[in-house]
């Protein structure tokens, strides 16, 4: 399995800020995705982060609210924009490896929003 | 969207029971993975199934792919304190690389 790291760990930031968030893979990756858990719920796929090109995003997530960049096979990055309380959650970046359907997870990002 | 039927929703058992949790759908996967979540960690895989019928174990947790491919279930034995957590199933359906999850079990052990 990959090594995954994401930055930050944590952050609370203010209403109406933007916020980065960094996932970075210590071997190359076929898939990255990225995903919300809300306090107490299970996950929610937000995109799939597609290299060199956009990401694909599922129902109810925009590229203008999440704009997601992934510039190579190793590193993804997740932008929460213009965030509202309702933004604060757990973000989490995920990877396959090969051609296999397991996903590895990085450690999450904590988002509170004020 | 699309979610899992997980069960139970939460247990509280006593250190050394075994546990079992399950997974069903309404729809076929060819994929179940078992994942374990810490408070303020990412998801760990613990088991991976690939085929229908496939029983897996990985020390002393066990998981089996259902023959009808619509369900599996995870079991936990001789449980200890740092089994405590949230246990999601999540499966994938035909070519889709889109995980489905259960809505996930959280268990706490009394020591």
């Known amino acids: 399995s990959a090594v995954i790291s994401q930055k930050p760990s944590r952050d609370i930031c203010q209403r109406g800020t933007s916020l980065t968030i960094q996932c970075q893979v210590d071997s190359q990756v076929t898939m990255m995705f990225w995903y919300r858990q809300q306090p107490g719920q299970s996950l929610t796929l937000i995109a799939t982060a597609n290299q060199g090109s956009e990401a694909t995003y599922e129902s109810g997530f925009v590229i203008d609210k999440f704009p997601i960049s992934r510039p190579n096979l190793t590193f993804s990055t997740l932008t929460v924009s213009n965030m509202s309380p309702e933004d604060s959650s757990i973000y989490l970046c995920?990877?396959?490896?090969?051609?296999?359907?397991?996903?590895?997870f990085g450690p999450g990002t904590r988002l509170t929003v004020l | 969207g699309q979610q899992l039927n997980q069960s139970p929703q939460s247990m509280f058992i006593q250190e050394g029971e075994d546990v079992s949790m399950n997974c069903t759908s309404s729809s076929i996967f060819n994929t179940w993975l078992w994942y374990k979540q810490d408070p303020g960690e990412g998801p760990v895989l613990l088991i991976a199934?690939?085929?229908a019928g496939e029983l897996t174990s990985n020390g002393r947790l066990t998981a089996q792919f259902g023959i009808t491919r619509k369900d599996s279930f995870l079991n936990i034995s001789a449980s200890i304190p740092s089994d405590v957590g949230i246990y999601f199933c999540?499966?994938?359906?035909?070519?889709?690389?889109?995980?489905?999850w259960g809505l996930g079990t959280s268990l706490a052990v009394n020591p």
């Open positions: 999540a499966g994938l359906a035909g070519n889709n690389r889109k995980l489905i």
């Open positions: 199934l690939y085929k």
């Open positions: 995920s990877v396959t490896t090969g051609g296999y359907n397991e996903q590895f």
